[in-house]
């Protein structure tokens, strides 16, 4: 709807309230009700998915093993930060390496304003410290990538054709690369046009790992929309970029030679490193949602 359209029926509804009968029926009252702040919240610019869950996935960029120690680094602190807010979180799949790093990790986050308070993580993170995998202790800058996509279940908002979408079936692995299912649950969808795609193995049934993909695929499209009337496509997008040419990072988490982690596009500046990585982010957060304010 419309800004018009969107007045008209808070109006309507206000108007209903007013009626001596409305609270007769007090379910269709609360209906109403919430219809109206849901449309107040549009009007302020609240989109609907900003109350609801989100889906992460964090991915190694350049850096080598580094970048995968500090994939693992940044989910310790979103897991952190979930903890603190009483969030659940489903692991949806993970590529591991030997040494406990990550190349990629997907998880669900599930929770009161998930998406609102964690949409803003989406972008490139950099890190930089002497490396604990450099037998000469040199000074290693590292890269990874946060993508935040809103729970999208609702796919009435938008309708993707069936033949821009392909759709693999193939086994789930375990440790070691062994098939731990003999018949073929993990799903991969992939949007052809934009080459997003996404991998899921964390279900037990191919229907419900399928479901759940399709999901992801959609976050990902809206996301990626959203992104594009912002400007911000070079920043978030892993659709469009590869991993050497991700563009330029949205905050520092600096170790070596000294201690700061800052985030680029509030200037907002934290000295306790141990602090954020162990979860404090809620002043990064907030920075972000008064930059966006303004």
């Given at each position: 709807m419309n800004k018009l359209e969107i007045e008209s029926k808070i109006k309507e509804i206000e108007e209903q309230m007013l009626l001596?009968?409305?609270?007769?029926?007090?379910?269709?009252?609360?209906?109403?009700?919430?219809?109206?702040?849901?449309?107040?919240?549009?009007?302020?610019?609240?989109?609907?998915?900003?109350?609801?869950?989100?889906?992460?996935?964090?991915?190694?960029?350049?850096?080598?093993?580094?970048a995968e120690d500090f994939v693992r680094m940044l989910l310790d602190m979103y897991l952190n930060f979930s903890q603190n807010k009483n969030w659940q979180i489903d692991f949806l799949d993970e590529n591991k390496n030997p040494n406990g790093g990550y190349k990629s990790i997907t998880f669900e986050v599930k929770g009161k304003n998930v998406y609102a308070d964690l949409k803003h993580e989406s972008g490139v993170h950099r890190l930089v410290r002497k490396s604990p995998f450099n037998s000469a202790g040199k000074r290693q800058t590292s890269f990874a990538m946060v993508e935040v996509i809103p729970q999208f279940s609702d796919k009435t908002d938008f309708k993707i054709p069936e033949d821009e979408l392909e759709i693999e079936f193939t086994k789930s692995s375990g440790p070691g690369g062994q098939n731990v299912?003999?018949?073929?649950?993990?799903?991969?969808?992939?949007?052809?046009p934009t080459k997003i795609s996404t991998f899921i193995s964390s279900e037990r049934s191919q229907a419900q790992n399928k479901e759940k993909a399709l999901d992801i695929i959609y976050g990902k499209i809206y996301a990626l929309r959203e992104a594009e009337k912002r400007g911000e496509i070079d920043s978030m997008?892993?659709?469009?970029?590869?991993?050497?040419?991700?563009?330029?990072q949205i905050r520092s988490y600096v170790l070596h030679p000294y201690k700061l982690v800052k985030d680029h596009r509030t200037d907002t500046e934290s000295s306790d490193v141990d602090k954020v990585l162990n979860g404090e982010i809620d002043l990064f957060i907030q920075a972000m949602k008064e930059y966006k304010e303004q």
């Open positions: 001596p009968d409305f609270w007769n029926d007090s379910n269709k009252a609360q209906s109403l009700i919430k219809e109206m702040q849901d449309l107040k919240d549009e009007m302020e610019g609240v989109g609907k998915y900003d109350k609801g869950n989100a889906a992460l996935t964090i991915f190694a960029g350049v850096g080598g093993e580094d299912n003999k018949r073929e649950t993990a799903v991969r969808v992939v949007h052809k997008s892993i659709s469009k970029t590869s991993t050497a040419e991700w563009g330029s």
